[in-house]
C-alpha cells in the first residue's frame, strides 16, 4: 500500500494526467478510464467500491476518494485487507482516483436503462472559470480566486457557464467568498436558448448575498427542471469591492 500511495502522490502530481471532465450530453455519458491513474467523476449508482467498479472488474488495483473530514484519502484496494480497505462506498458525484493497471473501459454514466436521470449529485465552478462581462474589466485571477482591482464598474461583473445533466432538479447554492471591503452578489441564472440580452428573459434560479451570512454560505434554490434542450444557464458575480470582495468557489447540488 506505500507503493500506491507514493504512485498517486506522483499522479497527483504530474503534469497532463487526465481530468475529470464531462462532455456533450453528460446525462448520457459513461466516463472512460485508461491505463494508469485516472482522476473521473463516478456517475453510477451509490455502491460499495467492487460494486461501482464492476465494469472494470480485474482491470485496477486501488481507488482513492479525498476525505474532507479526516483530511487524507480514503482507500479501496481489491484483495487488500479490511482494516487498508477504508473506502466503503462510492457515491454519485464523486471525484475519484482510479488506477487502471489493465486496457481500461467505461464507468457508468448517469442514465439508467429508461433513460431517466437517477440520484443526486453536484456540480462545481472554480474561480478561474469566471470571465468578466467587460473587456474594460481588471482583476486578478488564480486557480480558484477571482477579484476586481478597483471599483470601477466595468471591472465588477463575471460570469461562467453551467453544464447541469438534462431533467435533474436544482436543489440549492453554495458560494465562497470574501466581502472585507464591499459586497458580493452571486446569482444562478437561465435563459432561454433563443433570448440574446434580453434581460426580462432571464430568471433566477438561486442567490446567494453576502449580506445574508457569512461565507461559505447555502440558499435554497426555486424549484426547476434543467432543459438544456430549450435553456442555457450560466453563474453571474457581481464584486463591488475592489481587491476587497474576492470569489472563490460556487458548488451547485441537485436531485434526479
Do not use: C
Amino acid at each position: 500500500m506505500k507503493r500506491l500511495r507514493l504512485a498517486l502522490a506522483g499522479a497527483l502530481l504530474a503534469a497532463g494526467i487526465a481530468a475529470a471532465t464531462i462532455a456533450g450530453n453528460a446525462a448520457d455519458a459513461a466516463t472512460p478510464v485508461v491505463a494508469g491513474w485516472n482522476n473521473v467523476p463516478y456517475l453510477g449508482a451509490t455502491l460499495p467500491p467492487n460494486e461501482a467498479l464492476g465494469s472494470i472488474a480485474g482491470q485496477y488495483d486501488a481507488v482513492y476518494r479525498w476525505n474532507t473530514t479526516s483530511g487524507k484519502y480514503d482507500v479501496y484496494a481489491p484483495g487488500a485487507p479490511a482494516y487498508v480497505n477504508t473506502l466503503s462506498q462510492i457515491n454519485q458525484g464523486d471525484a475519484i482516483w482510479v488506477n487502471v493497471t489493465g486496457q481500461g473501459g467505461t464507468l457508468p454514466g448517469l442514465t439508467g436503462g429508461s433513460g431517466a436521470v437517477t440520484g443526486s449529485g453536484k456540480y462545481s465552478i472554480a474561480a478561474s472559470t469566471f470571465v468578466p462581462a467587460s473587456d474594460l474589466a481588471v482583476y486578478e485571477k488564480s486557480f480558484n480566486q477571482i477579484n476586481p482591482v478597483g471599483t470601477d464598474q466595468a471591472s465588477q461583473r463575471y460570469f461562467a457557464p453551467v453544464h447541469l445533466p438534462d431533467g435533474v432538479t436544482i436543489t440549492s447554492m453554495t458560494a465562497a467568498y470574501e466581502a472585507s471591503g464591499g459586497e458580493v452578489q452571486v446569482r444562478l441564472d437561465f435563459t432561454p436558448i433563443i433570448n440574446g440580452d434580453n434581460p426580462a428573459s432571464i430568471y433566477k434560479l438561486a442567490e446567494v448575498l453576502s449580506t445574508g451570512g457569512s461565507s461559505p454560505q447555502t440558499v435554497t434554490a426555486f424549484t426547476h427542471t434543467v432543459d438544456n434542450g430549450a435553456n442555457v444557464y450560466f453563474v453571474v458575480v457581481d464584486l463591488t469591492g475592489g481587491s476587497g470582495t474576492k470569489l472563490r468557489g460556487v458548488t451547485i447540488a441537485y436531485a434526479g
